[in-house]
């Protein structure tokens, strides 16, 4: 229920470095990841710098915004409207708050893409040819979203959607150390490769170079590129050949440097 302690972007990183200390792993070749798992790296190269030789935040922000906070709660207050929430205590009633989580998905997805996207994809298209001639009518884009909302329920829980949206809000990797970013890695000896793509309005290019700039302040080994894509945040998912180039080179220089080739 919604009674359920807050769970962190920290609180992640270190169950797994619990789980990797108990399969007696001692070093992480890289940590990569996109999106909430770009936060992940991030915590991770901050928290166990020694642990990690490289790190790859990927369409990711060393802190959620106040924009991307907003979204979240308009899903989480959809839920919680759903008259099938019951306080999130939803199983013990039989049902489950699908129409809300839909919803919340829904808003969530129209963050995941750009513009551009949307306009190459659906336009003004009607679902039925002709005009639009009562309520019932739908845009292209309309059924799109539906779906979206509608498919996504059968695969998550709501519970955990409102666990994960808030990890991701309450994710700061300065507040950790002061209020200044660059303190998290200050000696560290992780070499970093930052990506963004230019299209991407969720997490933004001029998020990850704050991150390269914080890195660089401390003299950390950092590469940064922007990805020319007009994909929105999920061009990371998609087939992006400049995107994979970038990350084979990268993660290939790093295995020289270490040894393994």
Known sequence: GTDFPAVTINDMVRAQKRLIDHLGIAKLFAVVGGSMGGMQVLSWAALYPETVFAAVPVAAAAYHSAQNIAFHEIGRQAIAAD???????????????????????MTAHITYVSEEALTRKFGRKLQDAGQLANLGDRFEVESYLQYQGSSFVRRFDANSYLTITRAMDLFDVAADHGGTLAQAFRGTRTRFLLVSFSSDWLFSTAQSRAIARALNHVAANVSFV????????????????????????????????????
């Open 83 to 105: 008259p099938s929430f019951h306080g999130g205590r939803y199983w013990a009633h039989g049902v489950t708050p699908e129409r809300g989580l839909a919803v919340a998905r």
């Open 226 to 261: 922007e990805i020319k894509s007009d994909k929105g945040h999920d061009a990371f998912l998609l087939d992006e050949p400049d995107f994979h180039r970038t990350l084979r080179g990268f993660l290939a220089g790093c295995a020289e440097h270490a040894g393994l080739t």
